[in-house]
């Protein structure tokens, strides 16, 4: 299996399935003398960990990133150093529970990738989806934490916006409402109802879909490059190539085509400062595919989990036509882990244009 590897000049390459004895990655790239520790990746991929809340998988997974190269210690405990070669982080998998897939080793799950697997390679690996599972996505969170250190100044934040029929009210927004429950909600009245929501859903073993947004500030104008190599075009594959996601929009997205050429218009005006001063943000931050140095907005909507309880009309790979209900642990609503992952994979695709920004002009 190719194509395991995305970025150009900040370069992940990911490896291991969801069953194996680890998986990880390994990021090509990381400018020497950045600074940072295990403990600070850790953070980041604490909150994408499984079994935090009944509304994700129960699958007990301590997440223990492991940096394996790449690095010197710093001058403070814990404390390391990046030296410019390759940095390996790896992460065991230590709760496997392949028994639970044994029923569907021959059956494909509707809506799952199981088919489509086997139409390629001939061949899958039915313990937890294997390459296909959101399991690898804990390395991306890994390579994204990373990511974050190399462009100063650079903040980017997700937040769930929606899970199923029930929108948040973005006139309730509160930041500080994000990290205090179990959504990633910057509604908190919202938060309530997803509770009761959620519960109902996961009491009779189906799932639900989800809307993610992703914001990052601090973003420097000039980043990407036109026709090829678009910031927003790298920020909508890298977003797109995560697990269950089946749309990507910039700014207004599709809401713009709703709108008048005088109401998308982000017209400008000279600042206090004297620098140009956008009156509106419907570009979401890029205009051409280079960054306009104002807030990256990105969202991102994630199908309902493939895995439920409800028996669904499938085919066997004999050829037969059968019924599939999947045991195991999974999210009823795999959303809401989704937006750590977000997060990580906007950070990678901004800090891959970074340096190659800097590559071709000199000015970071």
């Not at 496997?96 to 390679?121: E, N, T």
């Not at 934490?145 to 462009?151: E, F, M, N, Q, W």
């Not at 977003?239 to 400008?268: C, H, Q, T």
Request: hydrophobic share 35%.
């Amino acid at each position: 299996m190719s194509h395991n590897t995305y970025g150009h000049l900040y370069r992940v390459t990911s490896w291991g399935e969801s069953h194996g004895p680890a998986i990880g990655c390994v990021v090509d790239g990381t400018p020497p003398g950045i600074r940072f520790s295990e403990a600070g990746i850790q953070s980041f991929l604490d909150k994408r960990r499984p079994g935090q809340s009944r509304f994700t998988t129960q699958r007990q997974e301590p997440d223990a990133v492991r940096i394996l190269s790449g690095v010197m210690p710093g001058e403070v405990e814990g404390e390391l150093i990046s030296t410019g070669t390759p940095i390996a982080m790896e992460i065991q998998n230590v709760d496997q529970r392949s028994k639970d897939y044994s029923d569907i080793a021959r059956r494909y799950r509707p809506g799952h990738a199981d088919i489509a697997y086997d139409m390629k390679y001939g061949v899958r690996d039915y313990r937890g989806g294997g390459r296909s599972s959101a399991r690898e996505t804990a390395t991306r969170v890994a390579a994204g934490a990373l990511a974050r250190l190399i462009v100063p100044g650079l903040k980017i934040r997700g937040a769930l916006v929606r899970i199923g029929e029930i929108e948040i009210d973005r006139s309730r927004w509160d930041d500080a409402a994000i990290d205090a429950n179990a959504f990633f909600c910057p509604d908190a009245e919202t938060a309530l109802l997803w509770e009761d929501y959620l519960d109902a859903i996961r009491k009779r073993g189906s799932s639900v879909g989800a809307v993610v947004e992703i914001t990052a500030t601090g973003v420097p104008a000039g980043l990407g490059a036109p026709v090829y190599a678009k910031l927003d075009q790298d920020i909508a594959s890298n977003l797109m190539s995560i697990n269950a996601v089946k749309g990507v929009e910039i700014g207004d997205g599709f809401a713009s085509a709703m709108l008048s050429g005088e109401e998308n218009a982000d017209e400008i005006r000279i600042g206090a400062d004297g620098k140009p001063e956008f009156l509106s943000n419907h570009a979401g931050g890029i205009l051409g595919g280079i960054s306009t140095g104002q807030p990256i907005t990105a969202r991102f909507a994630v199908k309902p989990t493939s895995s439920i309880l409800t028996p669904k009309r499938s085919i066997d790979a004999a050829g037969q036509e059968v019924d599939v209900m999947t045991k195991g642990r999974h999210d009823p609503c795999v959303g809401i882990r989704a937006v750590p992952i977000g997060e990580a994979m906007v950070a990678c695709a901004i800090a891959d244009h970074y340096l190659r920004h800097r590559g071709q002009t000199g000015r970071g």
